[in-house]
């Protein structure tokens, strides 16, 4: 289904590796299930938001990652560029905030 550069890629990054031999059937049920979460992600954030974890750099990571998801199925998608510029920001946000 996806052309073998574009598997090579996702292989070699760390939060996309599990995902590179994916059959079409395997893909369709993950994006059932990612549409889900997002169109349902409210009101977890809203608790994730009102939690203090122990770190506050992967909990902010986890945050930003549903947001993502929510983000994606109201139509607003983002790649991989801009997704990166995201995460470098809110760790560099969360750094200030907490330490």
């Known amino acids: 289904m996806f052309p073998e550069p574009f598997r090579e890629r996702i292989r070699n990054r760390k939060y996309c590796s599990w995902a590179a031999d994916l059959t079409e059937d395997q893909l369709e049920a ?49 790649t991989p560029h801009p997704l990166c510029e995201r995460i470098r920001q809110v760790a560099e946000d969360t750094r200030r905030a907490h330490y």
Request: no cysteine.
């Open 30 to 78: 993950l994006l059932w299930a990612l549409g889900e979460y997002g169109y349902r992600a409210d009101n977890p954030l809203r608790i994730l938001h009102q939690h203090s974890p122990m770190d506050p750099i992967y909990h902010a990571r986890a945050v930003l990652a549903l947001e993502v998801l929510a983000d994606f199925t109201h139509g607003k998608p983002i």
